[in-house]
């Protein structure tokens, strides 16, 4: 069923409640009132169909008119047993298709057979004609499928003058628009489609289902000066995220209401319908094309094993247990100190899997002897290690609690896993451990340098780097979200600040491959495309939201501790390699052997609960030299100025600055 706009509660539950006011005895009775009258009407047809064929047989004359109406009821009895045998005596003729027509000759074809053996061979009547055989079977057909044309257009055509008809335009004209069309075009249907646009040339003028490809997508804003329509539908799934950021503008230049069928991606995967469109969502504008994962070589390290993921109600942990189960594992292990995001996370995993496949445990991953029971208890193969705290500016105010968790909580697992004999474990890094500027990057790296360099001990442990995840809970797409909705000017640190962003599912599709082609102590990076700046992001969000910049305004901030202008996803010294896997690179660096980071390790721990914050942040440059405070310290009123005269102007937003 197609989802277009809010449901109507009025019409539908109304019918619904006058169907159930009446008893199963008053409806028994109407369907077969309905059903005698269907079959009267077609036993005129079908006498109507005789009598036609016996004028033209003998030159509009009546000749043998005994031999007529004695054979009329055998013909009658013969034709209605065929039609109800093919389900053609309901009277829902207004959806009347292909299906039907065929019905309507295989009933007709097996009458025919039926009523010639019992004419010639059971009452040895061979003074029949035998040109009547074939031109009532001919004409019957005619009538019976020409009837129930008639009676679609008919209602198609009363729907098509009825009042509230939105008028819409489809962008794209290909397998997906008509299904669209086809759909919009069904009785009931709120919508009248009155032209597509596509950018293949060879389509203008052509018509889908009766609806003519009046030009270039470019061309929408003069297809629809001289006739607006009430909206925009865009009928592209497989449309990249430059193509839907075009759409989008164009249609903002027309200045209506657009949506959008699901992306490509989730069609594949099952998560969306063609047949149901939605608002354009930030994702469709950045996304790329779908990720092509080599599934055999997940599913061999997955399937029938029990996986575990720490951080699991976590943004990028949940949607590791939902591909995760995609792949049929023994048991997944959902672990999570949050007894709210577990409790939801459960909810979720039990209507995609049976309840034995998935066990949700309330744990600290810094508590050694709680996950040690948990490993005892289900024994797992493979260790996904999402659980880490990661809003920048809050571990530059808890030093020692982004150490403990995010360093020696990840050593105690490792060890755990080791003891416990699992196979496998791959941790989730980011690209803030790369020339890191803060206690959170500084602590990620240190967590890589970690799985690098521990002597394996049977298992492989493999880290995974990559940037931003679109929409993570807490992020800063969410933020300006809610600053949309509260009506408020979104907030920047900075003018030129950028970011790799990738969607959730796209960044854990490549987590699963890395952890199939990786090798013990690998540094694996995801290709995150191009930087994409914060202040464009919040843009799009504003137009998505359908109002401008100037309405919302902008208000730069300036860099928050810790947090710096451009990201990275390498060191200088690393050497990138190539993987089996094209988005996926292998970074090399220089280490300084297991030893001296266990040495060095002992003493940051040692640090922890004596000596001051900077003391520890003194221990951690000594394991991380590329660690530096530098760029945290630019202060927040430095680059007003530059904000006030030329991105103001650029954007033509107004920038409310405190202070001014």
């Not at 700046?533 to 810790?562: C, N, Q, Y």
């Amino acid at each position: 069923m197609m989802e277009f706009g809010p449901a109507k509660k009025v019409a539908i539950p109304n019918r619904l409640r006058m169907r159930k006011a009446a008893s199963p005895a008053t409806h028994a009775h109407l369907l077969r009132y309905r059903t005698w009258w269907i079959a009267l009407l077609q036993v005129v047809l079908v006498f109507c169909a005789l009598l036609l064929a016996w004028l033209l047989r003998f030159d509009f004359s009546l000749p043998y008119r005994a031999l007529l109406f004695s054979a009329a009821p055998v013909l009658i009895v013969i034709r209605l047993a065929a039609i109800e045998r093919f389900g053609l005596l309901h009277g829902w003729w207004r959806y009347t298709g292909v299906s039907d027509a065929l019905d309507i000759v295989k009933a007709i074809a097996v009458g025919s057979v039926v009523f010639l053996v019992v004419m010639r061979f059971l009452l040895g009547v061979t003074a029949f004609p035998r040109t009547i055989y074939l031109l009532e079977a001919l004409i019957s057909i005619g009538l019976l499928a020409g009837v129930r044309l008639a009676s679609r257009i008919l209602t198609e055509s009363v729907s098509a003058f009825g009042a509230n008809r939105h008028k819409v335009v489809v962008i794209g004209a290909g397998s997906a628009a008509q299904i669209i069309i086809r759909e919009l075009k069904r009785q009931k249907s709120e919508y009248d489609v009155v032209a597509c646009v596509d950018d293949d040339e060879s389509k203008a003028g052509i018509k889908l289902q009766g609806v003519p490809v009046m030009g270039s997508v470019d061309q929408l804003p003069s297809v629809l000066s001289g006739d607006p329509v009430d909206e925009i539908l865009i009928a592209v799934p497989s449309a990249t995220g430059k193509q839907m950021q075009r759409f989008v503008q164009i249609c903002e230049q027309c200045g209506t209401r657009f949506r959008t069928v699901p992306a490509l991606r989730d069609l594949i995967t099952g998560r969306g319908n063609i047949r149901e469109f939605r608002d354009v969502h930030l994702e469709d504008l950045l996304g790329r094309d779908p990720v092509e994962i080599d599934l055999e070589a997940v599913r061999g390290r997955i399937e029938g094993r029990v996986v575990l993921v720490t951080g699991a109600a976590g943004s990028i942990g949940s949607e590791l247990c939902r591909q995760i189960l995609e792949y049929n594992p023994g048991k997944l292990v959902c672990v999570d100190q949050s007894e709210t995001g577990i409790f939801y996370l459960e909810e979720e995993l039990r209507q995609l899997a049976a309840e034995r496949k998935a066990a949700c445990c309330v744990a600290d991953i810094s508590d050694a002897e709680r996950m040690r029971d948990i490993f005892e208890k289900y024994g797992p193969k493979a260790v996904f290690h999402a659980a880490a705290y990661k809003h920048v500016p809050v571990m530059e105010r808890n030093v020692q609690e982004a150490v403990k968790n995010n360093v020696f909580a990840l050593l105690s697992l490792v060890e755990i896993a080791e003891e416990s004999g699992c196979e496998s474990l791959v941790l989730i890094s980011s690209d803030k451990a790369v020339n890191p500027t803060s206690i959170m990057g500084v602590t990620k790296r240190i967590g890589e340098l970690l799985i690098a360099q521990r002597p394996a001990n049977g298992m492989r442990s493999v880290s995974v780097r990559f940037g931003n995840v679109l929409g993570s809970n807490g992020s800063v797409v969410p933020v300006l979200q809610e600053q949309l909705r509260k009506s408020q000017p979104l907030s920047i640190t900075h003018p030129e600040m950028r970011r790799f962003f990738m969607t959730c599912r796209e960044a854990v599709s490549l987590v699963l491959q890395a952890y199939a082609i990786g090798n013990a102590g690998d540094t694996l990076v995801l290709d995150m495309g191009e930087p994409v700046r914060i202040v464009d992001l919040a843009r799009t969000l504003i137009r998505l939201s359908g109002r401008s910049a100037g309405e919302v305004g902008i208000k730069f901030t300036g860099l928050r501790e810790g947090e710096k202008l451009n990201e990275e996803l390498f060191y200088g010294s690393e050497r990138v390699c190539a993987t089996s896997f094209e988005k996926i690179k292998k970074a090399r660096g220089e280490l300084a052997g297991w030893f001296e980071l266990e040495r060095r390790l002992d003493e940051l721990k040692s640090s922890l609960n004596t000596d001051s914050e900077e003391s520890v942040r003194s221990k951690l440059k000594q394991i991380v030299p590329e660690y530096s405070q530098g760029e945290s310290s630019t202060p927040a009123r430095k680059s007003r100025k530059y904000v006030r005269l030329s991105l103001a102007e650029r954007l033509g937003v107004s920038v409310p600055v405190d202070g001014d």
